[in-house]
């Protein structure tokens, strides 16, 4: 009975990481459907070259423009040309930028109800870096890479028949990549 005890605390302790992470997962998914309802936002797509971008990138790198971007171009308290700072295309980031309503001050308050006048705390520019990212995710599964010859785990045509390993073992390598 004793045992049975600690092995119950143990897994109660796991639970309070998973509440923060859990809580975002579910604001992000809130505001993409509220941003869906929205003709001006809705109707932003990446190009063809920002797919190939972030792709070749890869989600870490983008995650990080994301990051700086916002924190250079929105994040000060009063941002040079605020309104204006963000351009249409030209980095998949700008586009996800105004399709998520975080292109300047302006849109982060009416959309995401953070002031203007202050600067943007670490917290809401990775909170707003990832709803980017998770649009940006939205975009690229909605428009599928085959990307041959690129995967790490790519078959190897000296030993066609070597199957049971790999069947033991499924990679997730062998799914596409979305970056
Ligand atoms: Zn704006």
Redesign the pocket.
């Given at each position: 009975m004793d045992a049975t005890d600690g092995i119950n605390n143990t897994n109660t302790a796991d639970d309070a990481d998973d509440t923060d992470a859990e809580r975002e997962r579910q604001w992000i998914e809130k505001t993409l459907e509220r941003l869906s309802h929205s003709p001006f936002r809705a109707k932003f797509v990446l190009s063809s070259k920002d797919r190939a971008y972030a792709r070749a990138k890869g989600e870490v790198v983008i995650a990080s423009h994301a990051r700086d971007m916002l924190r250079s171009r929105v994040g000060q308290a009063q941002p040079e040309h605020d309104?204006r700072q963000?351009p249409w295309k030209g980095h998949p980031v700008f586009t996800a930028q105004h399709a998520t309503?975080t292109?300047?001050r302006?849109?982060i308050a009416k959309w995401h109800h953070i002031p203007e006048g202050r600067e943007l705390s670490d917290d809401e520019i990775n909170r707003l870096a990832d709803l980017i990212m998770a649009w940006i995710t939205r975009d690229l599964t909605a428009h599928p890479s085959l990307r041959p010859g690129t995967q790490t785990n790519g078959s190897t045509d000296s030993q066609p028949n070597k199957r049971t390993n790999d069947q033991r073992n499924p990679q997730p390598g062998n799914q596409p990549t979305l970056f």
């Open positions: 309104g963000t309503a292109c300047c302006g849109c």
